[in-house]
């Protein structure tokens, strides 16, 4: 099935026409929980890895041998699945209970290599926003599953470019490692839905004047809401309405919310796209900007992949394809993939000029 982000509350460059000039596609990547095939793009799937060519490792000293085992991650998440909207039963409990980490690989040393963890597998021919190598049209993603690399202590992101045709037979038994330091750093497999859409310029990167411009029209937004809303509290006030149960009015409550007028603010609706995504903008949500160049060129290095914890927020809920209307408040579309990185948000930035230079990381 397609997804289709809802169009924009409003066309913010009709407002603003400078906006013209901050604008960047995207392609939304809309995760949902099932198994796709090595040929096809994916979240935590089977690659399109060469039978040949050695796995990618992770040669980092760390402890490695310690943490939860994948398969109890995974199992554990099934179980709370199929449970939801119920109590779990006393042999799920018992099941949970031992489900714990541990010294589950007492063999792996801390210098030991630990194979990387597949992540994601993206084809240009589905995702549009993705800028590699000249000729290559598949990249794939992998990290460590333990975020201690590096002084600043965060996980290790591998990325492998790739001309899909040159690729031959497909390894069978691809490996992946033994434990994950968190159950959070484990991708629940996903197809995925890539969709392109158009997104703005964070903020507080746009011109002085642009901005206050933005924040004078937002304003003006809410008063004429806080108007609307006096005209009908007066309207209300002299037409009581009664209702003869609870039923009755919990009903006429929930139409009366779902009709409440969307609050639209610039950054919510009209800047940059929640979820999984390629190309695009960076939020910077937590933290003031900073420049994220190239270490080898200088040059500026615009996001290429973002690993984000929720498909769409309440915050963001604009964005949430309008296949899944009906599905608002269902985990399984609100959180599909299971994985929370730094604070929420990870982005790999990589350099627009040689996508061979090495990548960098920020977290939100």
């Known amino acids: ?35 796709a095939k090595a040929g096809e793009s994916s979240l935590a799937g089977p690659l399109s890895w060469p039978a040949g060519e050695p796995w990618p490792v992770c040669t980092a ?3 490695k041998g310690t943490g939860h085992r994948l398969a109890d991650v995974r199992l554990k998440r099934r179980i709370l699945a199929e449970a939801r909207g119920r109590d779990l039963s006393v042999e799920e409990r018992r099941i949970l209970d031992a489900l714990r980490p541990g ?28 800028v590699g190598p000249e000729g290559h049209d598949l990249l794939q993603v992998f990290w460590c ?25 497909v390894l069978a038994d691809q490996p992946e490692p033994p434990v994950a330091g968190r159950e959070e750093c484990v991708p629940t ?8 859409v158009v997104e703005h310029e964070y903020l507080g990167l746009l011109g002085e004047e642009l901005q206050e411009g933005i924040a004078d029209w937002e304003e003006g937004l809410l008063d004429e809401e806080d108007e609307d809303d006096e005209d009908e509290d007066a309207y209300d006030s002299s037409t009581p309405q009664s209702y003869d149960t609870y039923e ?32 695009g903008f960076a939020s910077w949500h937590l933290t003031d900007p900073a420049p994220v160049d190239c270490e080898a060129c200088g040059t500026p290095m615009p ?14 809920r604009s964005w949430l394809p309008l296949e899944d209307r009906d599905s608002a408040d269902d985990p399984d579309v609100i959180d599909p993939v299971g994985v929370y990185l730094g604070r929420g948000v990870m982005r790999v930035h990589t350099c627009p000029v040689d996508p061979a230079h090495p990548h960098r990381l920020g977290f939100q």
């Open 189 to 196: 497999p996903c197809v995925l839905h890539p969709e392109q």
């Open 303 to 316: 996001p290429l992949l973002t690993v984000d914890q929720w498909e769409c927020d309440g915050g963001s």
């Open 103 to 130: 010294r589950h690989a007492p063999g792996l040393r801390d210098e030991d290599p630990l194979p990387l963890l597949a992540v994601a597998q993206l084809y240009t021919r589905d995702v549009p926003d993705l």
């Open 248 to 279: 009755e009015y919990e009903a006429a409550t929930a139409r009366a919310r779902a009709e409440e007028e969307y609050e639209v603010d610039y950054m919510g609706d009209l800047s940059i796209a929640p979820g999984w995504k390629a190309g």
């Open 1 to 35: 099935m397609t997804r289709t982000t809802p169009p924009r509350p409003v066309d913010v460059e009709d407002v603003f026409p400078a906006l013209s000039a901050h604008r960047r596609t995207a392609t939304r990547l809309h995760p949902r929980q099932g198994v």
């Open 145 to 169: 599953p333990f975020e201690v690399h590096g002084p600043d202590r965060t996980i290790d992101v591998v990325l492998k470019w790739r001309r899909s045709q040159e690729v031959g037979d």
């Open 61 to 63: 000293v760390h402890a």
